[in-house]
Every structure is written in structure tokens, then in C-alpha cells.
């Protein structure tokens, strides 16, 4: 039987050690979550983001604009939450509104409360192996790989999707952790040569169970970051779960893998970001 790597459980033990960290620490955390237009998916993430720092102790404290806010706004807004000395981490969820350039708003946040790890500070610390904020869904696969003490010195793993929330900064961790990373995109060919040779197979590519079980060793660990909307409602990964599971050692559902423990590793950051962690 294949282990299942149960991201809802991991991410409430993490939010109970975090919990625990704030109490001893004295400190009360402040994450601020701003949110530009109505988009649907950004409202759900916002509203887990927000019970979820309930759950621990963080303050969120929340900024909704309308769809039409201008860049200027948006930054000015920033601004003063950089320098607001209850506020340790600044969140601002993605997608924006087309006006608004994502990099320069990325840009405006003050590194030192990118607890979103997006800031090129941040991800050119990642690239070097400095300390610095990690994004939250890279570091919330690697932590439930730990966690399940799986091997990961020398395991080649495989990731397919290279976004820069994703792909790129998942491959600069698991370097970190000493796997031999294959790294795969849209225009890669012979994809199935290479995803068959993964002992640790990460989709992160958005398209509904794309990986299917002849893309798969037997006995590799499967990541599936994929969260699509079926016709019918039903969420499902990157991965074709139900033909996949069997010949694995250990994969993630959808939902309850990566999407929990990505909130957990935001909960980390902004703990860290408070100086709860040392
Ligand atoms: P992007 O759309 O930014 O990137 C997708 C990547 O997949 C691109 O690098 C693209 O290649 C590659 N790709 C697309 N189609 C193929 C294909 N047929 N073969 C090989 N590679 C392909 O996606 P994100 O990284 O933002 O998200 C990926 C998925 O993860 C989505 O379903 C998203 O909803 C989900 N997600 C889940 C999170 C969670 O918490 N669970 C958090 C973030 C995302 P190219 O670069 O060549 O275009």
C-alpha cells in the first residue's frame, strides 16, 4: 500500500508547534493579506490564510481593494505597510488585476516581510544557499517530505512545471537538500523518458491528471502540486491519482496535500519574519 502523505495532518502539527512558538516567544505576529478584485479562487486562499493565522495566533489584518485599484494605490499601500511595526509579514495574493505589474508591486514589498519568498532579494538568497524567505509551496512539499522521513540525498527528482512560485524555486531546495534535480517544461521532449526515471516526481504543470501511471517508476514518491476544476466541480491534481497510487511508495492527494502545507510554510514565514524562530 502507498503511503499517503496526509498534508491536512502535517499542516495541523505545524500549526500546533507554531502555536506553541508564539506562546513562548510573548510575541503576537501580524500578517497583512491584501486582496485587489474579486477573483474566486484568490477569495477562498484568503479566507484559509486568514483562519489559519486565527489558528496559531497571527493577526491578519486585511486590505480589500477594488478590481479598478491603479499600481500607484496599490504600492502606496505597501509602503505603509512596510514601515507598520505591527505588521511582520505582507501578502499580497496573485493574480492582480492586468493594470497592475505584478513584479514591480513583488519589487515594493520590504524583503525582510516577503514571507511570500517571491522578492528577488529573496529568491536570489534561495539561489545561493543564504538564509532568506522560501516560498510557501516549495517549502511546505519539502517539509512534508521530511516529515515522512523520506529519502531525499541523492534521489533524483523530477519536477515538471517551472513557474517562479513553483518549478524554479522547488528546484533550488531540493538541490539544497542533495537531489539530483531534472527540471521539465512545455517545450521539454521525451517528457515520459525522464518523468519514468524520477524517484521523486513533482507535477506542477496545471493540467488535470496529466501524469498517468506509464510516466511513473514503481516505488517513486509523487508530489502533485496541480489544483484544477473539473466540468463537474471536483478538484483534481496533475496526476491521475486513482491509476497512479498503486505502484508508488508515497503520493499526495488532491485536495490535502500540498494545498494545506503551503499555508502551513506562509505560517512559518511570518512566524520567523515576528522573530518567534530564531
Ligand atoms: P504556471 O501556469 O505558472 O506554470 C505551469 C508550468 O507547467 C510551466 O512551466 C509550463 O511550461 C509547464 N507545463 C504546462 N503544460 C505542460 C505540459 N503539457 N508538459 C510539460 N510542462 C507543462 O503554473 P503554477 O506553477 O502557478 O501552478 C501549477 C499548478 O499548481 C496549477 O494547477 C496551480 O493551481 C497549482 N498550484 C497549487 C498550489 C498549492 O498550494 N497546492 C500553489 C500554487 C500553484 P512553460 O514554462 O514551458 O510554459
Redesign the pocket.
Known sequence: MPILLDGEKTAQIIKNELKEEIKKAGLRPGLAVVLVGKNPASRVYVRHKKKACAEVGIKSFSYELPAETTQYELMELIEKLNLNKKIHGILVQLPLPEQINEQKIIQSVDPKKDVDGFHPLNAGRLMLGLPGFRPA?PLGIIELIKRYNLDLVGQHAVI????N???KPLFQLLLSEHATVTM?????KN?LEITKQADILVA????PR?IKKNMVKKGAVIID????RLRSGKLVG?VDFDKVKNITEAITPVPGG??PM?IAALLINTVEAAGCIH
Open positions: 509551496t515538471v512545471g517551472r513557474s512560485i513553483v518549478g521539465c517544461h512545455s517545450k521539454t517528457l506542477a504543470l496545471g493540467q496529466f502540486v496541480g489544483i484544477n496533475d500540498v494545498g503551503t
